[in-house]
């Protein structure tokens, strides 16, 4: 016999990241500071290398380390909702 037990997650884990509207939709401030610095690191390494392989190389790397940190800072993902929590926690049979 089976039996299905429900978890619910612990309200301690789960925190609100502040965010901001963009065009109507609430993105994350790490994700728009993300987008901000990679331009800025495409722009600067472009102007010091003349490179736009360079330019492509620094933006993403600015972007991957800004996006992925703010993500860690920030805690669990910002729109977990039900359906999330679901697929991360069913079990495979």
Not at 3 to 26: D, H, K, M, N, Y
Not at 29 to 49: C, D, M, Q, Y
């Amino acid at each position: 016999m089976a039996t299905l037990i429900q978890l619910i997650p612990e309200a301690s884990r789960v925190r609100t990241v502040a965010s901001v509207s963009v065009f109507g939709v609430p993105w994350p401030i790490h994700k728009l500071a993300a987008v901000v610095v990679g331009f800025v690191a495409a722009v600067l390494a472009f102007w010091f290398t003349g490179s736009g392989n360079a330019a492509m190389w620094a933006s993403a790397a600015a972007v991957v380390v800004v996006w992925w940190g703010g993500y860690r800072i920030g805690g669990s993902r910002w729109d977990d909702g039900e359906r999330d929590f679901i697929a991360e926690h069913r079990s495979h049979c």
